[in-house]
């Protein structure tokens, strides 16, 4: 179960502090088989804002939940006119530096695979292939009734449709594509049914207190299995549905290498944290292996 994030874990005081030597990463990729687990502080250079950290939203707002979705046709209304508008920023935004360097980590064949906590599509879109989307993806729709699924973009030019005059201005939007947005702000919305049975429409995403597939699980295990390391990158590692990979990883005797600017739950699991910015991180890893970088490797 992906469970409500919350801050009741105090990072260990006895754990070294982030350090900003990049060689185990190098070496790590220079030696093949390193599977990456990505996380939301790997897209706030694309403009996505990250749960924790500097700017975190994590303080401003509670994820909508699986209970309180598929409980309330006002929770859904909520959540559809604020993700609505949050999918306009999360349809403008573009693979950065990081996912561009994870692209091409794969396409020398450097890694085992791909696990990534975000629901933002931007590994796929940076050229990155067989991701495991671990709490789905914001660019699928399903039906609670009948399961057809559909794409995002085509339901929000039927929300577009629905509700030509809904265009507020948002507090902000966070990593899970929910904007803010007071109860004033949501009015009277419109939310549309799905266009084959007239069911209630879900994000095809893992909500708070919403179990991640099993077969999902199982496929995140093999690929840990298969793999001679973990390099996490952005993740906090606060929610199990992430941190049980670093676990396992862990217990397997592989090297878990972490980069992340803070703490993170999985430290005392790891060999290294690394506390620099991805973007600078990985390109600069890229350029060490003598790896280009679409859009542009560090110096």
């Known amino acids: 179960m992906r469970m ?66 598929t409980a309330s046709a006002r929770a859904r209304q909520r959540y559809w006119a604020r993700g609505h508008l949050g999918w306009r920023t999360f349809g403008r935004a573009r693979p950065n ?9 794969g396409r020398h064949g450097l890694l085992a695979g791909v696990i990534t906590q975000n629901v933002d599509g931007l590994h796929q879109a940076a050229g990155t292939e067989d991701v495991v989307e671990l709490h789905g993806s914001l660019g699928r729709v399903v039906c609670l009734s009948c399961g057809a699924a559909s794409s995002r973009r085509a339901l929000a030019l039927r929300l577009e449709e629905a509700n030509a005059d809904f265009d507020p201005v948002a507090a902000g939007v966070n990593p899970d594509g929910d904007a803010a947005l007071t109860e004033e702000q949501v009015g009277d919305f419109r939310v549309v049914p799905c266009a084959v049975c007239g069911g209630v429409l879900k994000p095809d995403v893992v909500f708070f207190g919403e179990a991640v597939p099993p077969e999902r699980v199982e496929e995140c295990r093999r690929v840990v299995r298969e793999a001679a390391s973990v390099l996490v990158l952005g993740s906090s590692l606060t929610v199990m549905s992430g941190l049980r ?41 890229a350029d060490r292996l003598g790896i280009p970088v679409d859009g542009g490797a560090a110096g």
């Open 4 to 69: 409500r994030p919350t801050l009741d874990w105090t990072p260990a005081e006895d754990l070294p502090p982030g350090t900003t030597d990049l060689r185990p990463v190098t070496d790590a990729l220079r030696a093949g088989g390193v599977l990456v687990l990505s996380g939301a502080g790997l897209s706030t250079e694309s403009g996505i804002p990250d749960y924790r950290g500097e700017g975190g939203s994590l303080s401003r707002h509670t994820p909508m939940t699986y209970q309180d979705f």
């Open 97 to 105: 530096a990081g996912h561009r360097a994870v692209a091409a980590f």
């Open 245 to 285: 990979f670093v676990r396992q990883a862990a217990e397997a005797g592989k090297p878990v290498l972490i980069v992340n600017r803070d703490r993170t739950r999985g430290d005392r699991h790891a060999v290294t944290r690394i506390a620099l910015p991805l973007g600078t991180a990985l390109t600069t890893v």
